[in-house]
């Protein structure tokens, strides 16, 4: 009897504690980072779908024991893609919410929040924005996604190395996405010995391209890079094809959307996009990405290249805490920017290797997708440098 | 070249000639600067795009479906907002502020309901094309310039002979010496803002047929019907149509000449100039200079 009330004393003392430690894991204080997006307004359909992906990351990064035991969390902010809130929303991260580091998006909002973040002193990641003012807004705010040097200058080198193209012609929306990437493509093709033979614009109220469009096809260039939006890129190019035009057309990641498919069909004839993420056609974790989304969404993701940074940018955060932690360092934006540039290359794992430049800029890889007979396929790949 | 930069000019001026004869013909009749013209725009794009492709209807009963329900939202704007602001005798001012904000408030709700992403009538815009004499011509460009074509003859035609028509313009002239006749000056207006509201449908089923719309776009087209009113000759319903291919053409041939960035400031400094110097219209100066020749 008396053993056996031993026995059972051991096992309800084995049991208390082990439910003790169990406990105290659970409430350990979590590693929290912000995370300002639009989550109401026009950008909403975008955003939430991006916070949607940082938050499985949060999910599976925690499962697996989070930061040494600790649990990491997302302040979730909503910006509506507004400059101003995105201040307020900013404002509070550094001073209520005392995040060291937070992530946010849309160029705008990334601008207005610069100096937010360089007063206080709290690293700001932007995930998303690809204007390369995005490098130039301060001491503390870097960019984990690749900005417009990275794919303009990697297809304008392929265009001439790979495909033995010499002449070029270079079609953009006159806006801040058409201006820079169409003059950095000119400089690209032109400095390794091609020849740009007519460059033309149009306005983003545009609603007919055929004078622009009959001077490129005067100039008879061998490849067209075409720098322009989602919502005009297929009627350009459904001009151009109508109006005979049929060279190789290239662009960039924003185009790269079934609605270009859909909207041209088999007349989109030859174009090859820069993805600047990989997809489930060749990196297997996407697949299961997209599983996951249709499993409990029952859709693909708004913007998949985008949620795929924004996800992977949980693994970047939990990546600087490991460090700020390991050197015993408090838990500052000044740390965690330390910390940025000490560890610099991220493998994560939707979108691959992520290296974080000094000079604020990002390398990664380019995906190059071809449109063959009204499909994307895979093509090549650039590696980061 | 020379040739397909006019034919495509004067098709693509297709929807621009409906935006600026429906807005003429609103300011012609109730001397309304009518900035609600977006909203219906937007209206009848959404409705037709809504029923085509969430409702899988077939065109003509999805332009059915936007033709009823622009008329009705032009219907009631004049019914209940602009009724309203007559009975109390608004000043001008008030009518441009509440259109803008009406526009506004249908951009941002359309918004609520369809996002931002901008979409067409139908899934796929590429229309085929048949080369006729060395100009490319696309079934889009016939379609349009025949929808067109048909909408300004029909207009001409009821504004002339029928009944309804002649009241109309009696009511533009002088609202008060109409009623003098027994002419409803308010179902006059009403009556030119369900055409206006049928001439918009149309012009969003060409336009959207071409290109992607998205919910602020209107608000950025209405500027040309603007202009083109004005150049046309504030009154002068089809000088407006003829100023529109007119601007449309020096878009067009400006591409030519000099960088596509400078097209919107060369368009506007003639704008401006037409303003400035001949305020009675591009097209009427020219007609009076004709006439002080003859």
Not at chain 1, 369 to 375: L, S, Y
Not at chain 2, 103 to 116: D, N, W
Not at chain 2, 144 to 155: D, E, N, P, Y
């Amino acid at each position: 009897m008396k053993k056996a009330i031993f026995v059972l004393s051991v096992l309800v003392l084995v049991l208390f504690f082990f439910s003790a430690d169990y406990t105290n894991a659970q409430t350990k204080e979590p590693y929290r980072f912000g995370l300002a997006m639009p989550m109401t307004g026009g950008q909403a359909l975008f955003g939430a779908d991006q916070v949607q992906a940082a938050l499985w990351a949060i999910e599976d990064i925690n499962a697996k024991g989070g930061i040494n035991g600790r649990p990491l969390e997302a302040v979730v902010l909503d910006t509506q893609a507004d400059p101003k809130l995105g201040i307020s929303m900013a404002t509070r991260l550094a001073t209520v919410e005392k995040v060291p580091v937070f992530v946010t998006a849309w160029s705008s909002v990334v601008a207005a929040v610069a100096p937010v973040a360089n007063r206080q002193k709290v690293l700001c990641l932007s995930v998303g924005a690809n204007s390369p003012k995005i490098a130039e807004l301060g001491e503390y705010v870097y960019t984990a996604y690749p900005l417009a040097n990275v794919d303009i200058t990697g297809v304008a080198k392929y265009a001439f190395n790979k495909m033995n193209k010499r002449r070029a012609a270079v079609l953009y929306i006159n806006n801040d996405t058409g201006l820079y990437a169409a003059r950095l493509y000119q400089e690209v093709f032109k400095k390794i010995g091609g020849e740009i033979v007519t460059v033309q614009s149009y306005e983003p109220t545009a609603t007919d391209y055929t004078g622009a469009l009959l001077q490129i096809k005067q100039s008879n260039p061998d490849i067209i890079h075409l720098q322009g939006l989602v919502a005009d890129s297929p009627q350009v190019i459904a001009q151009m094809r109508q109006l005979g035009i049929h060279q190789t057309v290239t662009s960039y990641q924003g185009i790269y959307n079934q609605k270009l498919l859909d909207q041209l069909g088999e007349a989109a004839g030859d174009i090859i996009i820069c993805a600047m993420a990989p997809d489930d056609m060749f990196h297997a974790p996407v697949k299961a990405y997209l599983e996951r989304w249709k499993a409990r969404k029952g859709r693909t993701p708004y913007g998949l290249p985008y949620t795929q940074y924004v996800g992977d940018s949980a693994y970047i955060v939990k990546a600087l805490y490991e460090w700020v932690e390991a050197k015993k360092l408090p838990f500052t934006g000044e740390n965690m920017r330390k910390a940025l540039l000490a560890v610099r290359t991220f493998e994560t794992p939707l979108v691959g290797k992520i290296i974080v430049n000094e000079d604020h800029t990002v390398n990664s890889a380019t995906y190059l997708i071809r449109v063959v007979k009204g499909k994307f396929t895979y093509m090549d790949t650039i590696p980061a440098e | 070249m020379i040739l397909q930069i006019i034919w495509t000019s004067i098709t693509s001026s297709s929807y621009y000639i409906l935006f600026a004869v429906s807005f003429a013909l609103v300011l012609k009749v109730t001397k309304i600067w009518n900035f609600a013209q977006p909203g219906f725009m937007t209206t009848a794009f959404y409705m037709m795009y809504w029923a085509t492709n969430n409702l899988s209807l077939p065109i003509p009963l999805s332009l059915s479906i936007a033709l009823i329900i622009t008329i009705l939202a032009s219907w009631a704007v004049d019914k209940y907002a602009f009724g309203t602001l007559r009975r109390v005798k608004s000043g001008g001012f008030t009518f441009f502020i509440f259109t803008l904000i009406f526009s506004e408030f249908v951009a941002y709700l359309f918004t609520l309901l369809f996002g931002t992403e901008p979409f067409t009538v139908f899934p796929n815009i590429f229309s085929p094309v048949i080369p006729v004499g060395g100009i490319v011509v696309s079934y889009w460009d016939l379609r349009a310039v025949t929808i067109t074509g048909i909408l300004l003859a029909g207009l001409y035609a009821f504004l002339r002979w029928s009944k309804p028509g002649r009241f109309l313009i009696a009511v533009s002239n002088n609202d008060r010496l109409a009623e003098l006749y027994g002419i409803s000056s308010r179902q006059a207006y009403t009556l030119s803002m369900v055409l206006a509201g049928i001439l918009c449908t149309f012009g969003m089923y060409i336009l959207g047929t071409k290109i992607a719309v998205h919910t602020h776009l209107s608000l950025s087209l209405i500027l040309f019907a603007v202009a083109a009113t004005v150049m046309g000759g504030i009154g002068n319903v089809f000088s407006a149509a003829m100023a529109a291919v007119f601007l449309s053409l020096l878009q067009g041939f400006s591409v030519l000449i000099i960088p596509s960035r400078w097209q919107n400031l060369l368009l506007y400094f003639f704008f401006f100039m037409v303003i400035i110097t001949m305020p009675s219209g591009f097209l009427s100066f020219v007609r009076t200079m004709k006439g002080r020749r003859e």
